[in-house]
């Protein structure tokens, strides 16, 4: 199979239904739509190349996710479901030894969540090594890529991104990758996101310096 270009073009990208099927090394096949509806999933993939110990610093917007959503207009999620996923995901981070500081601060990863709800055009991220996009001011990063089907589900896509690797273009490289659902189908999102997100650095055990 053909490698995709190493970097990939904010056309390719953003809301791009693209088929590139790079999958990091330790990534398990994809749910089906009827397994992320029974279950709350946890699925990662990290890039093997990458040494995390070398990695000292990190940013993640607290209280804030993104939404990708065709029923709401808004592009962030508030609250108190927001409060907790990002609040574990920095209580996971800083427990493998990294710091955190405010995204002006050049910090080297960028730690970034967001969840993909009622999109209908969503079924599994892909894993390229690279992917362009835009540091917004008000969010930070994030620019799926995925393939489709009709479905309801709600997923949230957790994304670690190398801040020290930064192009011309606006290019970041993925070091790894999380998706976890279904969580509307849960009868408890918030709960279940938490022990997901944990469940995700279980099984990611290279994260850490």
Do not use: H
Request: with cysteine; proline share 5%; net charge negative.
């Amino acid at each position: 199979m053909n490698k995709p270009d190493r970097y990939l073009s904010m056309d390719r990208v953003y809301f791009l239904l693209a088929s590139i099927s790079l999958l990091f090394a330790g990534c398990e096949p994809s749910p089906s739509a009827e397994e992320l509806n029974q279950d709350l999933l946890v699925q990662t993939a990290f890039d093997e190349t990458i040494n995390f110990k070398n990695y000292n610093t990190y940013s993640i917007p607290l209280d804030t996710l993104g939404l990708i959503s065709n029923s709401v207009n808004d592009t962030l999620l508030l609250g108190e479901y927001s409060k907790l996923v990002t609040q574990r995901l920095k209580s996971n981070m800083d427990s493998r030894g990294y710091t955190w500081v405010e995204k002006s601060q050049s910090p080297d990863l960028g730690l970034t969540a967001f969840v993909v709800n009622n999109f209908n055009v969503f079924q599994t991220i892909n894993y390229p090594n690279y992917y362009g996009g835009y540091y917004s001011p008000y969010y930070g990063y994030y620019y799926p890529v995925v393939n489709t089907y009709a479905s309801n589900s709600g997923i949230l896509i957790i994304q670690l991104v190398d801040l020290n690797q930064k192009t011309s273009q606006n290019q970041f490289r993925v070091i790894w990758n999380c998706y976890i659902g279904d969580i509307i189908a849960s009868p408890d999102p918030a709960g279940k996101s938490v022990e997901a997100v944990d469940q995700a650095f279980t099984q990611t055990s290279v994260i850490g310096k």
